[in-house]
């Protein structure tokens, strides 16, 4: 049996919501004024009956009931905390005896935070992500959760790079996006738990200069300035 598949032509479909979870009961609102922090806006507060917060936060400023663009933030379920638990102690994690694989598994995090599962927020301003990233960096209970990692654009249009050595967050980086036109950053924090260990989870966001119809989120490309990050 054929089944008809109706044209996709004509339909719009995007990202309804992703689901991320923090460890503990207690990092529940530094997680979700994390969110705030990084432009997320909070539509819903719950008590949950086994403890701990729902929340629910939209990139939908202009319409915060809008079915798209949602991340909800819930505490890790019991069930998948007792599994990473008993997956971290078989590896030895922390220990003497560690298994040579979560080393290897965390330094190559470390030179790649795409490396993972991620969640990637694009946005139309460069002065919001130098804003809000600043703004981390000075928050003494975040900053000390989480680390930023940046991105420039590839080097090689004048304007892009005069832009670049002027900004706070850019201007002393030698890290390469693998691609044109655009910058990430990055946060990787242990307030939102994901991945193998659930350890970390890691942000970007996203920044594409207007007017070129190739940029980092069109073509990757690997180039002499990122190809040692992935050797």
């Given at each position: 049996?054929?089944?008809?598949?109706?044209?996709?032509?004509?339909?719009?479909?995007?990202?309804?919501?992703?689901?991320?979870?923090?460890?503990?009961?207690?990092?529940?609102?530094?997680?979700?004024?994390l969110m705030e922090l990084l432009g997320l806006v909070k539509t819903q507060e719950m008590p949950l009956p086994t403890g701990g917060l729902f929340y629910r936060?939209?990139?939908?400023?202009?319409?915060?009931?809008?079915?798209?663009?949602?991340?909800?933030?819930?505490?890790?379920?019991?069930?998948?905390?007792?599994?990473?638990?008993?997956?971290?102690?078989?590896?030895?994690?922390?220990?003497?005896?560690?298994?040579?694989?979560?080393?290897?598994?965390?330094?190559?995090?470390?030179?790649?935070?795409?490396?993972?599962?991620?969640?990637?927020?694009?946005?139309?301003?460069?002065?919001?992500?130098?804003?809000?990233?600043?703004?981390?960096?000075?928050?003494?209970?975040?900053?000390?959760?989480?680390?930023?990692?940046?991105?420039?654009?590839?080097?090689?249009?004048?304007?892009?790079?005069?832009?670049?050595?002027?900004?706070?967050?850019?201007?002393?980086?030698?890290?390469?996006?693998?691609?044109?036109?655009?910058?990430?950053?990055?946060?990787?924090?242990?307030?939102?738990?994901?991945?193998?260990?659930?350890?970390?989870?890691?942000?970007?966001?996203?920044?594409?200069?207007?007017?070129?119809?190739?940029?980092?989120?069109?073509?990757?490309?690997?180039?002499?300035?990122?190809?040692?990050?992935?050797?």
């Amino acid at each position: 049996m054929t089944i008809q598949l109706r044209p996709r032509s004509g339909v719009r479909q995007t990202i309804s919501h992703v689901n991320l979870h923090y460890a503990t009961q207690e990092d529940g609102p530094a997680a979700a004024r994390l969110m705030e922090l990084l432009g997320l806006v909070k539509t819903q507060e719950m008590p949950l009956p086994t403890g701990g917060l729902f929340y629910r936060f939209t990139v939908n400023e202009h319409d915060i009931n809008q079915p798209d663009g949602i991340i909800y933030l819930s505490p890790l379920p019991p069930a998948t905390a007792g599994l990473f638990a008993a997956m971290r102690e078989r590896l030895g994690v922390g220990g003497p005896d560690e298994h040579p694989a979560v080393g290897a598994y965390r330094a190559a995090n470390a030179i790649d935070p795409e490396f993972n599962l991620h969640v990637g927020f694009l946005v139309d301003s460069l002065e919001f992500i130098e804003e809000r990233f600043a703004a981390l960096r000075d928050d003494p209970e975040l900053s000390k959760r989480s680390a930023i990692l940046v991105n420039r654009a590839l080097p090689g249009n004048p304007a892009i790079d005069a832009r670049l050595d002027a900004s706070p967050l850019y201007k002393d980086v030698t890290r390469y996006t693998y691609g044109r036109n655009g910058v990430q950053a990055f946060i990787s924090t242990d307030l939102i738990v994901d991945g193998p260990l659930a350890e970390r989870m890691v942000i970007e966001f996203d920044y594409v200069f207007p007017g070129y119809a190739e940029h980092i989120m069109s073509v990757s490309e690997v180039t002499p300035e990122t190809a040692r990050e992935i050797a």
